[in-house]
């Protein structure tokens, strides 16, 4: 397998260098009077979330009125403003996202009652990414004690391991000991950091057995080493451009290729090499995303090591060719999945792109920056406003989750038992605490 995602990572490599520097002229334009028009949209919405928002009902029927009221102006404006179709909202709202969300943050907090809603809602994304490959694999989108698992090991250890207070030697041994974890060791856990990370381990263990999904836990080890040399994407570790994007390379494509095999269990070879490619330019995206604070605190990616030297323009553009080349596969992978499903992977990567490149202006030309906010159905610095006066209120995104996943009834004693047993939290917090002891 290891020789397998080699020729895969090479192939990309040579996608990434083929990629034209030239703008994405296939994304369609958007006149000013239509993004103003879009803008008004979106005002009208988040001004309905706020308002549900401060008015947080504490009674189950009026939690559920609120919720019904979010959902009707979710739907109008992602209409509206974004040319949703039924299609693609009933996807979304009926299709088990919804559910896998509320279902995540019950479980997170009846794992560890004080995780934040920060990190239910960022660990709660990787479970959405899984619930996209489940229906792109042909499988009901749903939430599993392995992907609950994996998920919540984003907050767990990735958080950790990026945290500028803890030192780089306590990172390489929380690192060498998780590796040994992931591969099948006993080890007993040192802490309570190390207590979670094991048990959300024994969570993925208690859906798969190793002896029978040896490639599930192939992909958590391969995830992890590319995590491991990540560590060294600093200024000081001074490795090569070729060597730079192999590891940014193998770091994203692991990860989804491990949520794809956390999906499905087993995975034919097209669809482990299309996750693994998806993963990659979902890394680019995200690296774009984060390119001013990378700058800033000396990460090496594909675009911070010329932040502020040259602008991004050419690399960005890169990206988005890359991404299409990409995701030109999803109709031979998903050939049975609903044509909704790809259409919105393909809408929210190339947003995502774009909205990157208003959100770091300053590294881009002028005359760039006017070619993508065209490109955009929002102005840029439209965008900009309304995401500082939200995070100015908390986080109105991570709130909205918290709100909705308390919107339902209190379950009743067999559903409570049920969800008890699908996730066995108990005994997975009884063994791992046993081992430590």
């Given at each position: 397998?290891?020789h397998?995602?080699?020729?895969?990572?090479?192939?990309?490599?040579?996608?990434?260098?083929?990629?034209?520097?030239?703008?994405?002229?296939?994304?369609?334009?958007?006149?000013?009077?239509?993004q103003?028009?879009?803008?008004?949209?979106?005002?009208?919405?988040?001004?309905?979330?706020?308002?549900?928002?401060?008015?947080?009902?504490?009674?189950?029927?009026?939690?559920?009125?609120?919720?019904?009221?979010?959902?009707?102006?979710?739907r109008?404006?992602?209409?509206?403003?974004?040319?949703?179709?039924?299609?693609?909202?009933?996807?979304l709202?009926?299709?088990g996202?919804?559910?896998?969300?509320?279902?995540?943050a019950?479980?997170?907090?009846?794992?560890?009652?004080?995780v934040?809603?920060?990190?239910?809602?960022q660990?709660?994304?990787?479970?959405?990414?899984?619930?996209?490959?489940q229906?792109?694999?042909?499988?009901?989108?749903?939430?599993?004690?392995?992907?609950?698992?994996?998920?919540?090991?984003?907050?767990?250890?990735?958080?950790?391991?990026?945290?500028?207070?803890?030192?780089?030697?306590?990172?390489?041994?929380?690192?060498?000991?998780?590796?040994?974890?992931?591969?099948?060791?006993?080890?007993?856990?040192?802490?309570?950091?190390?207590?979670?990370?094991?048990a959300?381990?024994?969570?993925i263990?208690?859906?798969?057995?190793?002896?029978?999904?040896?490639?599930?836990?192939?992909?958590?080890?391969?995830?992890?080493?590319?995590?491991?040399?990540?560590?060294?994407?600093?200024?000081?570790?001074?490795?090569?451009?070729?060597?730079?994007?192999?590891?940014?390379?193998e770091?994203?494509?692991?990860?989804?290729?491990?949520?794809?095999?956390?999906?499905?269990?087993?995975l034919?070879?097209?669809?482990?090499?299309?996750?693994?490619?998806?993963?990659?330019?979902?890394?680019?995206?995200d690296?774009?995303?984060?390119?001013?604070?990378?700058a800033?605190?000396?990460?090496?990616?594909?675009?911070?090591?010329?932040?502020?030297?040259?602008?991004?323009?050419?690399?960005t553009?890169?990206?988005?060719?890359?991404?299409?080349?990409?995701?030109a596969?999803?109709?031979?992978?998903?050939?049975a999945?609903p044509?909704?499903?790809?259409?919105?992977?393909?809408?929210?990567?190339?947003?995502?792109?774009?909205?990157a490149?208003?959100?770091?202006?300053q590294?881009?030309?002028?005359?760039?920056?006017?070619?993508?906010?065209?490109?955009s159905?929002?102005?840029?610095?439209?965008?900009?406003?309304?995401?500082?006066?939200?995070?100015?209120?908390r986080?109105?995104?991570?709130?909205?989750?918290?709100?909705?996943?308390?919107?339902d009834?209190?379950?009743?004693?067999?559903r409570?038992?049920?969800?008890?047993?699908?996730?066995?939290?108990?005994?997975?917090?009884?063994?791992?605490v046993?081992?430590?002891?």
């Amino acid at each position: 397998m290891p020789h397998e995602r080699h020729a895969v990572t090479a192939r990309l490599l040579e996608w990434w260098r083929q990629a034209e520097p030239e703008p994405p002229a296939f994304l369609r334009c958007y006149p000013a009077r239509e993004q103003a028009r879009r803008e008004a949209h979106l005002d009208r919405y988040l001004e309905a979330v706020e308002a549900e928002l401060r008015a947080a009902p504490r009674s189950w029927p009026g939690q559920a009125a609120a919720k019904e009221r979010l959902i009707a102006a979710f739907r109008i404006f992602a209409r509206q403003a974004l040319d949703f179709e039924d299609r693609h909202l009933d996807l979304l709202l009926d299709g088990g996202f919804t559910e896998t969300g509320k279902e995540f943050a019950r479980a997170a907090r009846l794992f560890d009652p004080s995780v934040s809603t920060g990190d239910v809602f960022q660990a709660s994304r990787n479970a959405w990414t899984t619930n996209v490959l489940q229906i792109m694999l042909g499988l009901p989108a749903r939430l599993t004690p392995a992907i609950f698992g994996y998920s919540m090991l984003y907050p767990c250890t990735d958080n950790y391991l990026d945290h500028p207070g803890v030192s780089k030697a306590h990172k390489h041994a929380f690192n060498r000991r998780f590796g040994a974890r992931l591969e099948g060791g006993e080890l007993a856990p040192a802490g309570r950091h190390e207590e979670q990370a094991w048990a959300l381990v024994s969570l993925i263990e208690s859906q798969y057995r190793r002896t029978e999904y040896p490639e599930v836990f192939a992909s958590l080890c391969a995830i992890h080493r590319a995590q491991e040399r990540s560590l060294e994407l600093d200024r000081a570790a001074g490795a090569g451009a070729g060597d730079l994007l192999e590891i940014i390379f193998e770091k994203g494509g692991a990860s989804v290729l491990a949520d794809a095999w956390l999906a499905a269990g087993t995975l034919a070879p097209s669809a482990a090499e299309f996750a693994f490619a998806w993963g990659v330019a979902l890394q680019l995206g995200d690296d774009l995303q984060d390119v001013a604070a990378d700058a800033r605190d000396g990460i090496r990616t594909a675009f911070s090591e010329a932040a502020g030297r040259e602008p991004l323009d050419a690399a960005t553009n890169r990206s988005f060719h890359f991404g299409a080349r990409v995701l030109a596969d999803l109709d031979g992978i998903g050939a049975a999945a609903p044509p909704a499903i790809k259409e919105l992977i393909r809408t929210s990567f190339f947003m995502l792109l774009t909205g990157a490149v208003g959100e770091a202006r300053q590294f881009y030309s002028a005359a760039y920056v006017r070619e993508l906010e065209r490109r955009s159905p929002f102005t840029f610095e439209f965008l900009r406003s309304r995401r500082r006066r939200f995070t100015r209120s908390r986080g109105i995104l991570e709130r909205l989750v918290g709100a909705l996943s308390a919107c339902d009834a209190p379950p009743e004693p067999s559903r409570s038992h049920a969800r008890a047993e699908l996730y066995n939290l108990d005994q997975v917090r009884s063994s791992t605490v046993a081992v430590r002891y």
